[in-house]
């Protein structure tokens, strides 16, 4: 796996990777992390990934962070960890 860029972003850190003929773009924000797997196919090149990148994106992203931590917090309280 080659690290292609980090995407600056202040609600999260994006990095951009190549694997295997995929681009995968992860998102981490605390102990969470989200990656999505993208065929270099489906893309003219690195520029792509950056316009997917959008605010509406990102926001959605940032959103499903708050709700993995709400389903983990459940999962702590439904068995008293």
């Known amino acids: 796996m080659r690290q292609l860029a980090i995407?600056?972003?202040?609600h999260a850190k994006i990095t951009l990777f190549s694997w295997n003929g995929k681009y995968l773009i992860k998102l981490e924000k605390g102990s969470f992390e989200q990656t999505y797997k993208v065929s270099e196919l489906d893309l003219t090149g690195e520029e792509d990934i950056?316009?997917?990148?959008?605010?509406?994106?990102?926001?959605?992203?940032?959103?499903?962070?708050?709700?993995?931590?709400?389903?983990?917090?459940?999962?702590?309280?439904?068995?008293?960890?």
């Open 50 to 81: 950056h316009r997917l990148l959008d605010a509406e994106f990102v926001q959605a992203a940032v959103a499903r962070f708050a709700a993995m931590q709400t389903d983990l917090q459940a999962a702590f309280d439904r068995h008293d960890i």
């Open 7 to 10: 995407i600056p972003n202040p």
